[in-house]
């Protein structure tokens, strides 16, 4: 099988997570503008030593984050990422807020036209800050970015990827996957079963 590239990035998608782990019906908002979405893992190493040399290497998940760069970003966007308010069109950033933990999809276009879809069941976010410029000689677009930091679930998942073409996917599972944030493959045994 030849090897194929990422070329393209949409559909990002975030919705409401509670704490028993479903998404709120309501909250989930298609982002539009989705320019970059660069995932960083930190893992760890930890080598155990027995009669002088190595007898063991221990490595695992540390931590993540999920960075994405957006054209911009709504104030009812905003709020949902940041657990502020939208009152009359208007938000008032408190330092008091606390962010909730979101839900996250989104899509990469691969070099022989299918998909990669991705969910990263948890995560909370935080947006870096805004730039304002003058126009001055021409217009400069000052985008967006939100670091989103990746909470991994209780069993240890912290990423759900699926390929359109991988062989014997599920249509049922692929065609809700963005909007349904899956926290595990079996979900997709679950609809075969259900069928």
Known sequence: MAKVGQIGLSDLRLGKRETDGTIVSDSTVKVDGLV?????IDMFSESFYADDIICDVVQGFSSGTVTVELLGLSLDEYALVTGHEVVKGVVVDNVNTVAPILGMT???QKSNGRYRLVSIPRVKGTVKGESFQTKEDG?????VEIEFAIIPLENGTW???????????????MNSFL??????APSASALKASK
């Open 36 to 40: 970059t979405a660069e995932v960083e």
């Open 106 to 108: 989104f899509k990469s």
């Open 139 to 143: 217009v400069e677009i000052a985008n």
């Open 159 to 173: 990423r759900v990827r699926a390929d359109e073409d991988a062989t014997g996917v599920d249509a049922t599972f």
């Open 179 to 184: 909007t349904t944030f899956p926290t595990d």
